[in-house]
């Protein structure tokens, strides 16, 4: 019942923050082209730098292409629903907080909602061109298991990006100072990991596996999804996206717990 | 004397904050031109040898990139303009005896300067010194080479900022700057060179490229300072840089002679 209402109240918040935004669809409509664009020179990009090499580190090019439209969408769907984290210090420094923690609702259903923006969702659609692009020109067998690992791979990265915004908002808490550190994290994520990330090597490999567990939705599926290693164990792998959101969460919880106004 | 001490503690507390900024910042861009050091590296491999660029100009010229990102990057335009445009703030600045065109230009130009010498000295810093031996900086090819890059790298900045300028321009004639920004400056970013060297372009593209302003920003500059772009290229891009400042800061003003005539106060 609870969930419901609340689904009900964040598809309130969902509509009304299109509503304002459809009040300027010029400006709508541009910001989704713009973003559009950017992602689409990337894709560009990595066509212009494949043709001269049929591969990199044993990737082809469609592989390559699988890997960043992964990426893509999981990084759009995270700013999508969790745009709201991504700009909390600025919801902080409003003292809007304030405001939400006296409403008797989920303090998470009201940061994600008050701030759904529907003109993020530009690069969706050079992450399914690139998916349509990907999927011809690599010479993968497709089964269940494997359209399961491809939706696995992008329902963990949202979740995994999720999590990291809420990561960086749960530090506003604690500190005043600039976390644009996160931005490595989350920016950073989304422009290096559209190669499969053993191409960078072991080191980063082995941060991206223990520190932030980037690999669990990229790497090991992707090994299974291409064939390269056949253990069906590793189109499991998104799930432990889980944990790492439980522990982002527990954060969030007890930084909610330290809050102080900062007074505006 | 004790409210001297507090004026002291509160710049003081200020100033710390900026740095703590700056110290972000620095890491955000080593990490960022490591990262893309790996991945060529990777490219490199792949390629056996047969690049466009040879692997250390390509290491050149991402810390080139880093290092003066704020010189190039059309995207982080000046916001107060912007709002200034908006807002209505635009009334104050047309009261100035003075042309807007010029006062922004060096503004912009300023702005840039400052901010971008601020932060390429401690990114090229690490990038000649503390990087692992493969991804380190090198020294340009010769003394030569080396003045020209600072020639090259000003005009640069000029068509850079005379592109920004139109950008400016053209928010007068629309409610929605933001979006129009969004929409020219993320494909600048491509064809300047930002998303993957212009070398790597293939050769019809870059033909096409080559007949527009964009081909002759940073791409110049760094590969001037690599050794990668030499003898007679080098003075036919210069002569096309500053055809390029020349009519882009001419189609500027036209469009600001006209904006001028037709600018609207969004209240403010």
């Known amino acids: 019942m609870k969930i419901r209402k609340n689904l009900k109240l964040y598809m309130k918040y969902a509509?009304?923050?299109?509503?304002?935004?459809?009040?300027?669809?010029?400006?709508?409509?541009?910001?989704?082209?713009?973003?559009?664009?950017?992602?689409?020179?990337?894709?560009?990009?990595?066509?212009?730098?494949?043709?001269d090499l049929t591969q990199i580190k044993g990737y082809t090019y469609g592989e390559v292409l699988l890997c960043f439209s992964v990426i893509q969408m999981s990084f759009t769907f995270a700013e999508?629903?969790?745009?709201?984290?991504?700009?909390?210090?600025?919801?902080?420094?409003?003292?809007?907080?304030d405001r939400m923690m006296l409403r008797p609702c989920s303090l998470i259903l009201q940061v994600m909602g008050s701030r759904f923006e529907v003109g993020r969702t530009g690069p969706l659609l050079t992450a399914v061109i690139t998916l349509v692009l990907g999927i011809r020109h690599s010479q993968i067998t497709w089964s269940a298991a494997k359209v399961w690992t491809m939706a696995a791979m992008i329902t963990g990265g949202t979740l995994l990006f999720i999590g990291l915004f809420i990561l960086e908002a749960s530090m506003c808490f604690f500190s005043i100072e600039?976390?644009?550190?996160?931005?490595?994290?989350?920016?950073?994520?989304?422009?290096?990991?559209?190669?499969?990330?053993?191409?960078?090597?072991?080191?980063?490999?082995?941060?991206?596996?223990?520190?932030?567990?980037?690999?669990?939705?990229?790497?090991?599926?992707?090994?299974?999804?291409?064939?390269?290693?056949?253990?069906?164990?590793?189109?499991?792998?998104?799930?432990?996206?889980?944990?790492?959101?439980?522990i982002c969460s527990c954060l969030w919880q007890y930084g909610v717990k330290n809050y102080k106004s900062c007074g505006s | 004397m004790k409210k001297y001490i507090c004026f002291f503690k509160l710049r003081f507390a200020t100033g710390m904050q900026y740095r703590m900024a700056t110290v972000t910042a620095l890491t955000t861009q080593l990490i960022w031109g490591l990262m893309e050091c790996l991945a060529y590296r990777a490219i490199a491999e792949a390629s056996g040898g047969k690049m466009p660029m040879d692997y250390s100009s390509i290491v050149t010229y991402i810390w080139l990139k880093?290092?003066?990102?704020?010189?190039?990057?059309?995207?982080?335009?000046?916001?107060?303009?912007?709002?200034?445009?908006?807002?209505?703030?635009?009334?104050?600045?047309?009261?100035?005896?003075?042309s807007i065109y010029s006062m922004w230009f060096s503004r912009t130009v300023g702005a840039r300067i400052a901010e971008a010498f601020m932060r390429c000295v401690p990114v090229l810093f690490c990038a000649f010194l503390l990087m692992p031996k493969a991804y380190r900086m090198t020294l340009p090819v010769s003394g030569v080479s080396f003045l020209l890059f600072l020639l090259t790298v000003?005009?640069?900045?000029?068509?850079?900022?005379?592109?920004?300028?139109?950008?400016?321009?053209?928010c007068f004639f629309t409610i929605s700057p933001q979006g129009w920004r969004m929409v020219l400056t993320g494909a600048v970013d491509f064809l300047s060179g930002n998303v993957i060297p212009l070398?790597?372009?293939?050769?019809?593209?870059?033909?096409?490229?080559?007949?527009?302003?964009?081909?002759?920003?940073?791409?110049?500059?760094?590969?001037i300072y690599s050794g990668d772009l030499m003898g007679g290229d080098v003075y036919l891009c210069i002569l096309k840089q500053i055809f390029w400042l020349a009519v882009l800061m001419l189609l500027g003003i036209a469009l600001w002679k006209k904006a001028e005539k037709r600018v609207a106060l969004q209240g403010g």
């Not at chain 1, 299109?18 to 009040?23: A, D, E, L, P």
Request: glycine share 8%; net charge positive; with cysteine.
């Open chain 1, 15 to 51: 509509s009304v923050c299109t509503k304002s935004i459809m009040q300027y669809k010029l400006s709508f409509l541009l910001m989704i082209i713009g973003r559009f664009i950017i992602a689409f020179c990337e894709l560009i990009g990595i066509r212009f730098l494949f043709s």
């Open chain 1, 80 to 97: 999508l629903f969790g745009n709201g984290f991504k700009v909390f210090s600025g919801i902080v420094r409003k003292g809007e907080f």
């Open chain 1, 178 to 246: 600039d976390t644009s550190l996160m931005n490595v994290l989350t920016y950073g994520a989304k422009t290096h990991g559209k190669y499969p990330i053993d191409i960078y090597g072991k080191g980063i490999l082995r941060f991206c596996t223990y520190i932030i567990p980037y690999t669990l939705i990229q790497y090991y599926p992707l090994q299974f999804l291409l064939g390269k290693k056949g253990s069906i164990y590793l189109a499991f792998s998104p799930f432990g996206i889980a944990v790492f959101l439980l």
């Open chain 2, 66 to 98: 880093e290092g003066l990102l704020v010189l190039f990057n059309t995207w982080a335009a000046d916001n107060d303009l912007f709002a200034m445009i908006t807002d209505g703030g635009i009334a104050y600045e047309l009261c100035r005896p003075l």
């Open chain 2, 154 to 170: 000003f005009l640069a900045l000029g068509i850079t900022v005379t592109f920004c300028m139109i950008v400016y321009m053209l």
């Open chain 2, 199 to 223: 070398p790597f372009f293939p050769k019809k593209y870059l033909f096409l490229l080559e007949l527009s302003p964009f081909a002759y920003m940073q791409n110049v500059p760094f590969r």
